[in-house]
């Protein structure tokens, strides 16, 4: 793996973050492909269809919170494409801190790496999913 693709990579999560604690959503173009997945039905929000629903999504229903540390990034490149995983420790607005996974297909766009399909799970994935 390409250490300059590794790292590219490696810093989608953080772009994200600090996109969405921003509320900067022009800023999800340089995460998302045009056409990207994003699944947040574990959390009990809906399959988001394209960038420009995932940034609707963003600045209308989504409830945030407080901040985004991300955290355990990892890459790999398997048969099926390059993933990328990784956590999040959520500072919730009630003062709670709740944690969730997401799993990311990345594609190399012309533009750099972007997320194509991502979901967002509770939990951690049990080894069978």
Do not use: C
Request: proline share 5%; no cysteine; glycine share 6%.
């Amino acid at each position: 793996m390409d250490a300059a693709d590794r790292f590219e990579r490696h810093e989608l999560p953080g772009r994200y973050g600090d996109a969405i604690d921003d509320r900067d959503w022009d800023r999800l173009d340089r995460i998302f492909t045009t056409d990207a997945v994003f699944d947040l039905s574990d959390l009990g929000a809906p399959r988001l269809d394209g960038l420009d629903a995932i940034k609707a999504f963003m600045d209308t229903e989504a409830q945030h919170p407080r901040t985004h540390p991300m955290t355990n990034i990892y890459v790999d490149e398997t048969d099926d494409g390059v993933k990328l995983s990784f956590r999040i420790l959520a500072l919730l607005p009630e003062g709670r801190v709740g944690t969730a996974s997401y799993y990311d297909d990345v594609v190399k766009t012309p533009d750099g790496w972007r997320v194509a399909n991502r979901v967002i799970t509770r939990r951690r994935r049990d080894r069978d999913d």
